[in-house]
């Protein structure tokens, strides 16, 4: 790409920012001009209310089983669904198939999944466990059936040649070879799943996000500060955990 025509993309796409600004009547200077609420709301959330501490544990404890069975559930299906999507493995039909369901799966926010779950199954935790699982499905099936048609097409050949059937194949060539980069998916899908179960409370399908959302709602700021700070520390804490985890398992 020439020197101009690359100043032509920057100038092309910062006018697009520009009008989709004026579009949305975005003003980045708002959040100044409302300074003195943004401080008021800050210095209310900086007045921690340890009473709830039982509520806080409790939904947390809600939040992180949720993003457990969530995301297993959501990985355990993605492997043979996975399998049925790879272009290497499955006949082309199948294949069109799968891609066009975990492409649906994980297109829709797991927060947008929530609000149809609730519909379906009610109100509580069970909602929440089925949007996860289903996110999780779509979105840990796109990786791994790129990471399956991405391994050593001479392995699938012998195999070929010596008369295994797709079955055989995913057996002893896609799903071994696949196992390192598995392991590693896993982890960081659990610990996506454990931010995405925060907020599904919002909508009432459990979790600490109901609590956040009732507190805010409440005006009661300083109750809600102690569910906020235990998210951002379990967040936090699961993302150095996961990173540790999985460059032992790079490295092993």
Do not use: C
């Not at 492409?103 to 379906?120: E, N, T």
């Amino acid at each position: 790409m020439s020197p101009n025509r690359f100043q032509y993309t920057w100038i092309a796409i910062l006018l697009i920012i520009i009008g989709s600004s004026i579009h949305l009547g975005f003003n980045p200077l708002s959040i100044i001009s409302d300074v003195d609420n943004s401080a008021v709301i800050v210095g209310e959330l900086l007045e921690f209310d340890f009473s709830v501490l039982d509520k806080v544990l409790f939904s947390l404890i809600e939040t992180l089983e949720m993003a457990l069975i969530g995301s297993s559930i959501g990985f355990v299906l993605s492997i043979p669904a996975a399998l049925l999507a790879a272009r290497n493995i499955s006949p082309s039909y199948v294949s069109i198939i799968f891609r066009g369901l975990l492409g649906i799966l994980w297109s829709i926010p797991p927060l947008l999944w929530a609000i149809l779950l609730v519909v379906v199954v009610g109100l509580g935790p069970t909602a929440g466990i089925f949007a996860i699982s289903l996110y999780i499905m779509g979105l840990s099936g796109k990786y791994l059936y790129e990471i399956y048609e991405s391994q050593n097409a001479s392995a699938y050949d012998v195999m070929h040649v010596m008369g295994a059937t797709r079955m055989q194949i995913a057996k002893f060539v896609t799903i071994p070879e696949a196992l390192s980069h598995m392991g590693n998916q896993y982890l960081f899908l659990l610990s996506y799943s454990v931010r995405e179960s925060s907020i599904l409370g919002l909508v009432g399908a459990g979790g600490i996000g109901f609590y956040i959302m009732h507190h805010l709602e409440s005006l009661n700021y300083g109750k809600a500060a102690p569910f906020i700070l235990a998210i951002l520390v379990v967040t936090l804490g699961m993302d150095y955990a996961s990173t540790k985890l999985r460059k032992r398992l790079v490295h092993n």
